[in-house]
């Protein structure tokens, strides 16, 4: 099993910046990818990016590019998403995602662990 922890949610003006942490616990060697999702009131949770455990390599969902950033610090098995020019519709509830899928982040089934969410709030 592995364990994640959300934490560095908030409320923040339009334009300004939030980062996000997910901290996680038990058998992370187990995982080939983390992630974070969001989701927004009365809509679907969806990708925001993705960074495979070994390797680095990352994924960004389109509306996300630019501004937000992932990273990873495999010593500490902690994950990091900086959210920059934050906007209005960036509001939602951000979740930390494990997955053991090599197959991308297409598929919200495939994943095997998530964290208990946190929220972000963006005045416009």
């Known amino acids: 099993q592995v364990q994640l922890v959300e934490s560095g949610g908030g409320l923040v003006q339009a334009g300004g910046s939030l980062t996000l942490a997910c901290a996680a616990s038990?058998?992370?060697?187990?995982?080939?990818?983390m992630g974070w999702f969001r989701q927004a009131p009365g809509k679907e949770r969806e990708f925001v990016a993705g960074?495979?455990?070994?390797?680095?390599?990352?994924d960004y969902t389109d509306s996300v590019k630019g501004r937000f950033t992932i990273s990873r610090d495999n010593a500490k098995n902690t994950m990091y998403l900086q959210m920059n020019s934050l906007k209005p519709e960036d509001t939602a509830v951000y979740y930390c995602?494990?997955?053991?899928?090599?197959?991308?982040?297409?598929?919200?089934?495939?994943?095997?662990?998530w964290g208990q969410g946190t929220q972000v709030s963006v005045s416009s």
């Open positions: 038990g058998r992370t060697f187990s995982l080939y990818a």
């Open positions: 960074i495979r455990w070994t390797g680095g390599a990352i």
């Open positions: 995602a494990g997955t053991k899928w090599t197959g991308g982040w297409s598929l919200i089934e495939r994943i095997d662990y």
